[in-house]
């Protein structure tokens, strides 16, 4: 682990995992139209929403597949990890009061790297809305230990 409680690249393994839930609320909506300026109408308008091929309001696809990162910068790494790249395939609509599970599991392992591959999926009772690829890279021991030996050896040398 590391200081701020996630993982470190030498603690990663092959099928590890870890997910969160929430229910898409009313208030999630509009404050992520008004963080991210989609006001697209199919989020905010249910008149206008029952006339499309979705018959009612329907939660913004990146909303539902930002809980994918709050599963890799809580949980698994967990905090320190930073996003190189993720791939997305929104499979089915997510709406108002629906409760989203996402999961995300370690596919490889590049230690040399300290990039972790995961499978990332969004599903709500049991059906996949959202499934997809990310790369994240983590925080290594190694590197920590061997900076703060280096800045000992510095501190050495100075005196």
Same mark, same amino acid.
């Given at each position: =682990?590391n200081?701020?409680? /996630? !993982? ?6 092959? /099928? =590890?995992?870890?997910?969160? $839930? ?5 208030t999630?909506? *509009? ?7 989609d ?8 008149? !206008?929403? @029952?006339?499309? @091929?979705?018959? %009612?309001?329907i $939660?913004? /696809?990146?909303?539902?597949?930002s809980?994918?990162?709050? #599963? =890799? %910068? ?5 905090? %320190?990890?930073? !996003?190189?790249?993720?791939s ?8 108002? %009061? ?12 590049? $230690?040399?790297?300290?990039?972790? #591959?995961?499978d990332? *999926? ?9 499934? /997809?690829e ?5 925080t ?5 230990? $061997? ?13």
């Amino acid at each position: =682990m590391n200081p701020q409680n /996630g !993982y470190d690249i030498e603690d990663m393994a092959v /099928g =590890m995992s870890a997910e969160t $839930a929430k229910t898409i609320t009313e208030t999630d909506i *509009v404050l992520f139209s008004a963080v991210s300026t989609d006001v697209n109408a199919v989020h905010l308008d249910e008149e !206008y929403a @029952q006339t499309t @091929q979705f018959g %009612g309001r329907i $939660a913004h /696809g990146m909303l539902t597949a930002s809980l994918l990162s709050a #599963v =890799m %910068g809580n949980r698994l790494p967990g905090p %320190g990890v930073i !996003y190189v790249s993720q791939s997305l395939r929104f499979r089915a609509p997510v709406r108002p %009061g629906d409760t989203v599970r996402a999961k995300v599991t370690v596919k490889q392992v590049i $230690a040399e790297r300290c990039r972790v #591959v995961l499978d990332t *999926v969004c599903s709500v009772g049991g059906k996949v809305v959202i499934d /997809g690829e990310a790369t994240v890279m983590t925080t290594s021991r190694a590197k920590r230990e $061997a900076a703060a030996r280096q800045a000992l050896a510095a501190v050495s040398l100075a005196r």
